[in-house]
């Protein structure tokens, strides 16, 4: 069969056209040449990059607000909370672990947050302990130092499945940041075997090999980092990669059963009732329990965890500010102050 000279002018004409229209619909929807960012992440370069100091690590290795530069108001310890000094009086508390979720990021204003409204809702006084961007490490060194001295009647670990579930273990180390916050994003000290010693380091490697291909190496680079279309594409093998570590984790949760294991252990040790909730990310929000149970069964499976572990039925994507934000919006802070409470008043004592 002859193909001819016209036929397949026209047919590259197409292809280029098509391509074209796709650049064009890439872009408008925020992508750009070079950009290889997942959609969760709100990291982007900037022209000169800041360091905040809102959020620093302890003497004992714990992240805090930092009483000298926020904004919010914090107790003498860096949380959300009452003074610690003198909790000694007060009969029923509820200690409440978490991230950025009980911290109460993005309701609006902040004291619309469930770990605000639970305090019309729960008998005592709610001792709001969540700092964003923590993770289990974070929750047990919390757990190990403060239950003892301030001896709260319930626990309550608010665990994000979006990013709690942790690949490998994480050393609370004193003075020593997790996380750098900058004006171009909350960059992580530690990327796997990466460690990344200053905020600098932090953002040349999510820069130049982690997220953009602001430094590519080689033609082949050279030629995806002039489209957002070829860099979204070329995106998918990292995405990829990822998916797949992400569902080893959950497939696999010891790491992350290891540090609730101690909270429990604490927990039964200071005489407090435990209560594990459940916050899924957007894409999980309206899933039925037997879909968590099934996912999840490090939770709904273990002998020790299944015990204590609970997700709110009847919950929605409308619940959630939409990506790259994904935290809960007004709505759903309501929603989980109503399922936290009701789940609250069934705790006993010692469980």
């Not at 600098?200 to 050279?222: M, N, S, W």
């Not at 980092?225 to 569902?247: D, G, H, M, Q, V």
């Not at 309501?334 to 004592?349: G, H, P, S, V, W």
Request: glycine share 6%.
């Amino acid at each position: 069969m002859h193909i001819s000279k016209k036929y397949i002018a026209i047919q590259a004409l197409v292809a280029i056209s098509l391509f074209y229209l796709a650049e064009i619909f890439m872009r408008h929807q925020g992508y750009a040449p070079g950009d290889l960012r997942p959609n969760w992440s709100n990291f982007h370069p900037v022209d000169s990059l800041i360091v905040h100091d809102d959020f620093i690590v302890d003497s004992t290795g714990i992240l805090v607000a930092n009483i000298k530069t926020t904004k919010t108001p914090v107790n003498s310890n860096g949380f959300r909370a009452p003074e610690f000094a003198g909790m000694d009086t007060v009969k029923h508390k509820l200690l409440l672990i978490g991230d950025s979720f009980t911290w109460g990021l993005t309701a609006q204003p902040l004291d619309s947050c469930f770990a605000e409204l639970l305090k019309a809702k729960v008998e005592g006084t709610v001792i709001n302990t969540g700092i964003p961007s923590t993770d289990p490490a974070q929750y047990d060194a919390i757990a190990r130092r403060y239950i003892p001295i301030l001896k709260p009647e319930k626990v309550v670990v608010m665990f994000y499945l979006g990013n709690d579930i942790m690949p490998q273990p994480r050393p609370t180390i004193p003075y020593k940041p997790f996380y750098y916050y900058t004006n171009a994003g909350a960059m992580m000290a530690d990327d796997g075997p990466v460690h990344l010693n200053s905020a600098r380091d932090a953002y040349d490697y999510y820069t130049r090999r982690k997220f953009f291909l602001i430094h590519p190496v080689g033609f082949f680079e050279k030629v995806i980092a002039k489209s957002a279309l070829l860099s979204r594409i070329y995106s998918l093998k990292y995405r990829w990669k990822e998916k797949r570590e992400a569902e080893l984790a959950i497939t696999d949760m010891s790491v992350t059963q290891k540090y609730l294991y101690s909270i429990v252990n604490i927990c039964k040790e200071n005489h407090c009732a435990l209560q594990i909730i459940l916050i899924p990310e957007i894409k999980e929000a309206d899933k039925p329990l037997s879909f968590f149970e099934k996912r999840y069964t490090g939770f709904f499976a273990d002998s020790i965890l299944s015990k204590y572990t609970y997700i709110p039925e009847g919950n929605s994507p409308k619940n959630y500010m939409p990506y790259p934000d994904g935290h809960l919006n007004n709505a759903g802070h309501k929603f989980y102050a109503l399922r936290i409470a009701e789940r609250i008043a069934r705790m006993k004592k010692g469980n």
